[in-house]
């Protein structure tokens, strides 16, 4: 299947597609909302550190069905960054297009 | 999502690979295979890329149209594998990256993108390989058999993290077994090694498909983290 072009809205759709399929899972309490500022990991955020394994794991996979692309979302680089790409939606949605427009540049 | 259960098998273009993926197929799986070469297996059922197993962006290119074409995968048999033959001391770096990358990273590489598909069906079986030589301690494989070890140990510390995924993760242990792995060794060292082990044989491959079809049967869901070394060693 050929790459999609990437666009914002089908990011944000890939992620919200992820979090219903996380939501699946939890307890009511721990629900996620679907909005871009739903916080995820770290300050406030509602998953611990596998409900985060399990936000990347999906999400990868959500984007790979959505643009045709293999895209490692866990890398060094987004481990170590100051200000974590995983904390709200709307972060995670901006390093979700700066990872796949890396990799239609690869 | 396919009907078929989907086994991916590394190094499927000759000896125990290649063995494997005609068993399995013929067992009723759809099996994916890959080498660093083109392969003239051609079979209903089997599929075959060419990828070096330590080149990330083509293992996840693979495992990206094995999602699309199957929806899943059920059995991983990380098979592909190098040796090398050398004293410590000429042991060059290079030979030592070669093995690193293809045992352990390429093992590595395939567990994880394995278990993102599996994950998604809540059920998977990964299945590594390691080998005598490292119980063994074998003079001239030191660097071989460490890069067995640290398999030996991913296959541990896997099977707890997975297990939460309904994911097992075991390794089996051959002894040698003449393929072209072991033609390099002196029929002289093969010997003495057999020697040491319980049962004084050459391996066959159905002795290693043996293990993998008890890791990988329902039954064996509650076997995890475990290593089996073949003939008593």
């Given amino acids: 299947m050929s790459k999609m072009s990437v666009d914002r809205q089908g990011v944000f759709q890939a992620i919200l597609a992820t979090i219903d399929e996380l939501n699946e899972t939890m307890p009511d309490n721990c629900k996620l909302d679907k909005s871009a500022e739903t916080r995820l990991f770290g300050d406030q955020g509602k998953l611990d550190s596998l409900g985060l394994v399990n936000l990347i794991v999906s999400l990868e996979q959500h984007v790979a069905d959505q643009f045709g692309l293999a895209v490692t979302l866990a890398d060094e680089k987004a481990l170590s960054r100051k200000s974590s790409p995983f904390r709200t939606v709307e972060t995670l949605t901006d390093y979700v297009i700066e990872k796949l427009t890396d990799s239609d540049n690869g | 999502m396919a009907d078929r259960q989907v086994m991916v098998i590394t190094g499927t273009r000759k000896g125990i690979g290649r063995f494997l993926a005609e068993h399995y197929v013929q067992c009723g799986f759809d099996v994916v295979g890959c080498s660093r070469a083109p392969s003239d297996l051609q079979m209903p059922g089997y599929r075959h890329y060419c990828l070096d197993v330590a080149d990330e962006p083509a293992v996840k290119q693979m495992f990206l149209d094995v999602s ?161 070394f073949l003939g008593g060693v």
């Fill in chain 2, 68 to 228: 699309r074409k199957f929806g899943r995968a059920d059995v991983l048999v990380n098979n592909a594998g190098i040796a090398a033959m050398n004293h410590f001391l000429l042991t060059p770096l290079s030979t030592a990256q070669k093995l690193v990358n293809t045992n352990f990273l390429g093992t590595f590489l395939f567990c994880r993108e394995a278990a993102k598909l599996m994950q998604r069906n809540r059920s998977g079986r990964i299945v590594n390989f390691t080998t005598v030589a490292r119980p063994l301690s074998l003079e001239g494989e030191a660097v071989y058999a460490a890069t067995k070890a640290a398999v030996e140990s991913l296959t541990r510390t896997l099977a707890r993290e997975l297990a939460g995924f309904n994911i097992t993760v075991n390794a089996v242990g051959p002894t040698p077994v003449k393929t072209d792995l072991t033609q390099s060794v002196p029929s002289g060292k093969l010997e003495a090694l057999i020697a040491r082990q319980a049962i004084h044989r050459y391996g066959e491959f159905r002795d290693i498909q043996n293990v993998i079809d008890f890791f990988i049967q329902a039954e064996s869901d509650f076997i995890t983290g475990q290593v089996i």
